[in-house]
């Protein structure tokens, strides 16, 4: 990421989408028996995201020097202020109806999806908030609150590895996330706490089994091993 970064971000970004009136009979609501016609797009709607992107990059493209400058995620805008200033894309969004929040530069500190990045010329990601505990019972929702993005994960991860049976677990923050939603979805389908995860280097399968309650008190599986394939 470039020094001289600006994030534009739009405001109240969804409500600034007008609907085509053609298209008021497919996004209606029923309220109090009466049918009411959304006339901006509804945030809650699958394919808003989707929307709001090309709507987006259909109006950076406009200009040749703005749309190589900036780069747009949804509503938020990657700006490289060495081609362009951030006024000037402000001003060009405003002709197309779509206004943006005060411009955040990152060198200076900036929220960018969610996580912090800091200033003094030091671009390093962080999270607002500290990692958490664990918790119990562990859910779908509370997994991904710790998760979501790869390094919130490895710090996470290197608090409770053995706790949940992960010491062999890689660092790469993809594969910890995918064997941790795996962990998940086992532990409902055969009510077990751990199972099976890929582990790091020799891409080994390990089982780590722990029954939550198998009517005749605890038990806790040995790891076991999966042979390794012929190269």
């Not at 009466?34 to 929307?51: D, H, K, N, W």
């Not at 894309?89 to 929220?111: D, I, M, S, Y």
């Not at 890929?198 to 198998?214: E, P, R």
Request: hydrophobic share 40%; aromatic share 8%; glycine share 8%.
């Amino acid at each position: 990421m470039a020094p001289d970064v600006a994030l534009l971000d739009l405001r109240k970004a969804y409500l600034q989408v007008r609907v085509h009136r053609p298209l008021l009979p497919y996004q209606t609501v029923f309220f109090r028996g009466q049918r009411y016609c959304l006339t901006r797009l509804g945030f809650g709607i699958s394919i808003a995201p989707m929307v709001m992107k090309a709507v987006v990059s259909e109006v950076l493209k406009q200009d040749n020097v703005i749309k190589e400058a900036a780069s747009p995620y949804v509503n938020n805008i990657f700006l490289n202020e060495d081609f362009v200033t951030s006024g000037v894309v402000v001003n060009h969004l405003r002709q197309f109806g779509l206004e943006c929040n005060p411009t955040q530069r990152v060198e200076k500190g900036a929220r960018v999806l969610g996580l912090r990045v800091g200033g003094s010329r030091i671009l390093q990601w962080r999270r607002d908030n500290d990692i958490k505990e664990a918790p119990v019972p562990l859910t779908r929702r509370s997994l991904f609150s710790l998760v979501g993005t790869e390094e919130p994960f490895d710090e996470w991860h290197a608090g409770h590895a053995s706790e949940c049976h992960l010491n062999h677990l890689g660092s790469s923050g993809a594969m910890a996330s995918a064997a941790a939603v795996l962990m998940w979805e086992r532990s409902l389908s055969y009510n077990l706490r751990y199972t099976t995860f890929i582990s790091d280097g020799d891409s080994s399968t390990y089982i780590a089994v722990k029954n939550l309650n198998d009517g005749n008190g605890a038990h806790t599986g040995k790891n076991t091993k999966s042979p390794k394939r012929n190269a």
